[in-house]
């Protein structure tokens, strides 16, 4: 990293810490001179922290719900659309993948699938589907400055020929209709992403995919400038994605699609979709592959910062796990009136609420949610914690490549007017 970048950063971290230490040690003497005022204190804010967080992922499930909508555009104004697939060393999910979109009955529809340099035989898995129209592109290892996933793509994006692009991964699953009713979701809008369920094979990843949901539906997004987004499967208008300055304006972003939604919401061009009936997506990524993603976007999610990891824990533990163990001990300790009931409170609001993240993507598995918060938090600090190690003192592999070297460089840029 360039060094008065490395200090900069240091010397910000250093001072969050100091003056996080001295008000931690000031609340500390304060809880201890007015114990009766700081436990009522903590009580209620944990009550409200459990409303804001169960209203967020109430209203989002409310609001982000796809409907039926019959599509009055005739098969001839119908826009061509290209599905773009990068793939490395898929040979196990791409068959699949490919198979679930060639079944689609839209009539406009191009599948491109670009090999990312593998080095096992999807290549010729892609090339077995040439047949049926599946269009095979030999992708080239990324520049210095350029994270993997955005190269490639850039390369898909240079390749396809349709107005509209939706952009997946070879975990997903699409069915019949997807692409239509896809289609029929951007008759106003320049770009969608859609929430996808999960696949009943791989509902094993229950205390990894919720994190990155928990992430999306329960923090407000919908009330700021940053809406929420999945990068599972997205779609959006090819001219759009010119007139932002393509790939190459992002070529380091982790999360390339955030920073466009981010972009076309602020112009009201932006929607985003829970999966269900009428917008039927499926994802199935194993808990391996679900852990490796986390880990990849957790730490730049929190703006790389570790001010911003321990400010996380400390809210996790503080305002999820701590409510837990809080009505644990006041049920063994027989406490009744108002502190218990505020207590039972928080624990329902909090449970009720993860369940219903659960529920938005699992089929079978979904009461868990009842349970799992405090685990569910704690496998969140872990990971953020593992996240921020990896990026600042190891390495973040991703389809076998370091994507710390591309994101960390940092370029002269010239100086501000």
Not at 22 to 29: A, D, E, K, N
Not at 66 to 71: A, D, G, V
Not at 381 to 394: P, Q, T
Request: a positive charge; proline letters at 5%; glycine letters at 2%.
């Amino acid at each position: 990293m360039n060094l008065l970048e490395l200090r900069s950063r240091a010397h910000r971290t250093f001072i969050f810490t100091v003056v996080s230490s001295l008000l931690l040690i000031g609340y500390v003497w304060f809880f201890d001179v007015n114990f009766a005022v700081s436990k009522n204190f903590i009580l209620i804010s944990q009550f409200l922290v459990a409303v804001a967080l169960s209203l967020s992922v109430a209203i989002t499930f409310i609001l982000y719900r796809p409907k039926k909508i019959i599509s009055s555009i005739t098969e001839s104004k119908l826009p061509t659309v290209s599905v773009c697939i990068p793939a490395r060393n898929e040979t196990q999910d791409l068959p699949e993948c490919i198979e679930s979109v060639l079944q689609s009955s839209y009539p406009k529809l191009e599948i491109i699938v670009l090999d990312d340099c593998s080095h096992d035989n999807t290549p010729d898995i892609i090339k077995r589907y040439a047949h049926a129209g599946v269009r095979f592109v030999n992708g080239k290892e990324p520049r210095d400055d350029w994270l993997a996933k955005n190269a490639a793509y850039d390369r898909l994006a240079d390749e396809a020929n349709g107005e509209i692009l939706i952009f997946m991964g070879v975990d997903v699953r699409l069915a019949k209709d997807t692409i239509t009713n896809i289609i029929t979701h951007m008759n106003d809008v320049d770009m969608i992403s859609i929430l996808p369920r999960r696949d009943e094979s791989a509902e094993a990843s229950i205390f990894i995919q919720p994190i990155r949901f928990w992430w999306e539906l329960g923090l407000w997004r919908f009330a700021f400038s940053k809406p929420p987004i999945m990068s599972t499967c997205w779609a959006i208008r090819k001219s759009t994605l010119d007139k932002q300055g393509t790939f190459e304006s992002i070529k380091k972003a982790v999360d390339p699609e955030a920073v466009l939604a981010q972009k076309l919401h602020h112009m009201k061009s932006y929607s985003f979709y829970i999966s269900n009936a009428n917008l039927e997506i499926k994802s199935a990524k194993m808990p391996k592959d679900q852990y490796q993603t986390s880990l990849r976007k957790r730490y730049p999610q929190l703006r790389r910062r570790p001010e911003n990891v321990l400010i996380l824990i400390a809210f996790e533990l503080l305002f999820i796990i701590a409510p837990y163990i809080w009505f644990v001990y006041l049920s063994l300790s027989g406490i009744n009136g108002y502190i218990y009931q505020t207590s039972l409170a928080t624990v329902v609001l909090l449970s009720i609420a993860n369940s219903l993240v659960y529920r938005l993507t699992l089929k079978r598995l979904w009461p868990l949610g009842l349970l799992s918060m405090p685990s569910l938090a704690l496998a969140d600090c872990l990971l953020a914690i593992k996240s921020m190690y990896s990026y600042e003192f190891g390495k973040v592999i991703w389809k076998e490549r370091n994507i710390c070297l591309p994101l960390f460089k940092v370029e002269k840029s010239l100086p501000k007017i």
